[in-house]
T-cell receptor, first 110, second 112 residues
Framework: GEDVEQSLFLSVREGDSSVINCTYT??????LYWYKQEPGAGLQLLTY?????DMKQDQRLTVLLNKKDKHLSLRIADTQTGDSAIYFC??????????FGQGTELSVKP | KAGVTQTPRYLIKTRGQQVTLSCSPI?????VSWYQQTPGQGLQFLFE???????NKGNFPGRFSGRQFSNSRSEMNVSTLELGDSALYLC???????????FGPGTRLTVT
């Protein structure tokens, strides 16, 4: 079945880069997403990448996709305390639904 | 453009009762999906509607149902509530089923 795995925690210093990783099993996914969730809030769509792309850059965010290794990453440059949140990677599969990872809690220390 | 809205934001119900949650998608979006988020199970897909038709359904019991109206607004209903139904219920809308999905703030349901 489909599975999406993320590490649970990441701690960085303000100003450093953060890299959040995600591995998946279903290679038929068409869209791969990154969402951000702050406490008590819904999911905010940060960025996404099509399965036929290798990289996408959007301001401080860079998404890398390695289809061979089924690995997706999100790099946040110049991480700020406001970036502290839980980050979810999600894949839209052929079955017409988003499959989410467990979420990575990013803690940014001043 | 207004985002996805969900009402109510918070609900407290008793076991055995039923509940109806509402979702208004972004204007122009015709696809609505529902997800349940719990600390133990994470984010799980409930169902997806497009043009008033249910296209996909997740692995939830028949107590969970939904519908979509001609204006694309959607409701989900949970009957005979159980303690384990306590969760954040999130609605997402997109222009088409495979498009970018934008989430609402969620409805926090507590079953006592």
């Amino acid at each position: 079945g489909e599975d999406v795995e993320q590490s649970l925690f990441l701690s960085v210093r303000e100003g450093d880069s953060s890299v959040i990783n995600c591995t998946y099993t279903d290679s038929s996914s068409t869209y791969l997403y990154w969402y951000k969730q702050e406490p008590g809030a819904g999911l905010q769509l940060l960025t996404y990448i099509f399965s036929n792309m290798d990289m996408k850059q959007d301001q401080r965010l860079t998404v890398l996709l390695n289809k061979k290794d089924k690995h997706l990453s999100l790099r946040i440059a110049d991480t700020q305390t406001g970036d502290s949140a839980i980050y979810f990677c999600a894949l839209y599969n052929q079955g017409g639904k988003l499959i989410f990872g467990q979420g990575t809690e990013l803690s940014v220390k001043p | 453009k207004a985002g996805v809205t969900q009402t109510p934001r918070y609900l407290i119900k008793t076991r055995g009762q039923q509940v109806t949650l509402s979702c208004s998608p972004i204007s122009g979006h015709r696809s609505v999906s529902w997800y349940q988020q719990t600390p133990g199970q994470g984010l799980q897909f409930l169902f997806e509607y497009f043009s008033e038709t249910q296209r996909n359904k997740g692995n939830f019991p028949g107590r969970f149902s939904g519908r979509q109206f001609s204006n694309s607004r959607s409701e989900m209903n949970v009957s005979t509530l159980e303690l384990g139904d306590s969760a954040l219920y999130l609605c997402a809308s997109s222009q088409a089923p495979s498009g970018e999905q934008y989430f609402g703030p969620g409805t926090r349901l507590t079953v006592t």
